[in-house]
């Protein structure tokens, strides 16, 4: 499940409702989970977080992949939220005109 900030080795997960929705969204995997409840969506999204880490992992693709998404593959580690937030518009938004709530996903082990 999802922990609180201050976790190393982590990456940011933003939590915020949007017409009567819950979401669950890393935009360092650009992965989404939703659900009625914030709980439901904290669960999609664990569901959608490690089956991209498992199927990435067995098709061969997980370094090609997170390359891709702007990570530093040789030391795992993700782009800087910073980063992440002022390429994404929709994200920035969230941020300027939504009540969100940020927290930390531990990134699993991975080769």
């Known amino acids: 499940m999802l922990h609180a900030i201050g976790n190393n080795g982590s990456v940011p ?3 915020f409702q949007e017409d009567g929705m819950w979401y669950a969204h890393c935009a360092a995997l650009e992965i989404t989970g939703y659900g009625r409840t914030e709980q439901e969506a904290r669960e999609s999204f664990d569901v959608m977080y ?12 997980l370094h090609a992949e997170l ?5 530093h593959v040789e030391t795992h580690t ?3 939220f910073g980063a992440l937030i002022a390429k994404d518009e929709t994200l920035k938004r969230l941020f300027d ?8 996903e531990p990134i699993p082990a991975y080769s």
């Open 97 to 104: 005109t939504k009540p969100v709530r940020t927290v930390l």
């Open 50 to 61: 490690k089956e991209f880490f498992r199927y990435a992992t067995s098709e061969g693709t």
């Open 13 to 15: 997960v933003v939590l």
């Open 78 to 80: 993700p782009p800087p």
């Open 67 to 71: 390359a891709r998404l702007g990570w």
